[in-house]
């Protein structure tokens, strides 16, 4: 069973048990998430496809921790004018670890 989720404008692909990261979410860690945009959803080879999203589905997951993302430098150069600009980001993500992929009945698929 697995599932193609959408969080923070991308999408991931989860099965149960699974840990991975999205952007931040403002949840404490420990407390648990319901994410129910769930664009497929694949259960004992059968493919539900959401349009945009599967009806009724959504996935559990636990809050694990939070966390910022390796740095990445920026650089700006104008040529000629003696302009030189350094800049770093890091970016904040949260780590879910997934409890359960449930589908119900009912709900609009919006």
Not at 26 to 45: F, I, K
Request: glycine share 12%.
């Amino acid at each position: 069973m697995y599932a193609i989720i959408e969080s923070g404008g991308k999408q991931y692909r989860v099965e149960p048990d699974e840990v991975f990261a999205v952007e931040k979410l403002s949840a404490e860690p420990g407390d648990v998430v319901e994410l129910d945009r769930v664009g497929l959803l694949e259960q004992d080879g059968q493919v539900q496809l959401g349009a945009p999203w599967v009806a009724g589905a959504k996935v559990v997951c636990r809050v694990v921790s939070h966390g910022r993302g390796p740095k990445l430098d920026v650089s700006t150069y104008k040529a000629k004018k003696n302009y030189k600009r350094k800049l770093g980001h890091r970016q904040a993500y949260t780590r879910l670890r997934v409890e359960a992929i449930t589908v119900g009945s009912g709900g609009e698929g919006s």
